[in-house]
């Protein structure tokens, strides 16, 4: 594809429920980062994979968070139990293996009502 | 434990004039020390990088200065224009373990026309 494609662009949810954020990388892209930005901060790093690689979790603010990534395609990262404070923009971003420039998509704003 | 502190937070420039922004890291062990730009309703973009080997790097009216003993890089953007209205984040690339970016809070910048 032309870039990175994240899906829905906006989610409202009432708390308590689950959520499903879903990420396409750039074709061909290896590495696929999460990223939570709340209102008017920086990025805060959630989640790192690359290639068959076991992914980097160590920014997983709990264990209501994972991430899952099939070979180098889709990724999902799942909010079980949301809270009012999940509420932000997940952005994901992707890169090639050897390249260390990131490629974003325009991020999924979620609020937890 | 924040590794990343970057300022300021906000800058109001006058069209024409010179924008600087500063980051400053705690650990050593980064490679890569990019900017990014981010506009409303968008993911962040690459603007500029620099390796630690350099000292400075230009692009345009863009330019990184790094100063590796005092673990500080800086980007400077000459000429400002209206259209250089965004947020800015520093977000160096960690070696330990895997490859992880360090995004700094972001400097709001606003260049007045």
């Known amino acids: 594809g032309a870039g990175v494609s994240q899906s829905p662009s906006n989610k409202v949810t009432e708390k308590g429920k689950d959520v499903e954020l879903r990420c396409d990388p750039i074709?061909?892209?290896?590495?696929l980062y999460w990223y939570r930005q709340r209102l008017g901060q920086g990025l805060e790093f959630l989640i790192y994979?690359?290639?068959?690689?076991?992914?980097?979790k160590s920014g997983l603010p709990s264990d209501r968070f994972s991430a899952e990534r099939t070979g180098e395609s889709v990724s999902t990262l799942t909010i079980q139990r949301t809270q009012q404070e999940d509420s932000a923009v997940y952005l994901c971003?992707?890169?090639?293996?050897?390249?260390?420039?990131?490629?974003f998509g325009s991020g999924t704003q979620l609020s937890v009502l | 434990q924040q590794q990343v502190k970057q300022s300021p937070q906000s800058l109001i420039v006058q069209k024409g004039g010179i924008s600087i922004i500063n980051c400053a890291y705690e650990?050593?062990?980064?490679?890569?020390f990019p900017w990014y730009q981010q506009f409303p309703g968008k993911g962040p973009a690459l603007l500029i990088a620099?390796?630690?080997?350099?000292s400075e790097k230009k692009e345009g009216r863009f330019t990184i200065s790094f100063n590796k003993s005092a673990k500080q890089f800086s980007l400077h953007i000459m000429d400002s224009q209206p259209g250089d209205s965004a947020t800015y984040f520093c977000?160096?690339?960690?070696?330990?373990?895997?490859?992880?970016?360090?995004f700094g809070t972001g400097t709001r910048l606003k260049v007045l026309a």
């Open positions: 971003a992707s890169s090639l293996a050897k390249e260390k420039k990131l490629f």
């Open positions: 074709s061909g892209h290896t590495a």
């Open positions: 994979f690359q290639g068959n690689s076991a992914p980097d």
């Open positions: 650990n050593t062990a980064f490679d890569y």
């Open positions: 620099i390796r630690p080997d350099v």
């Open positions: 977000a160096p690339r960690a070696t330990s373990g895997t490859y992880k970016y360090i």
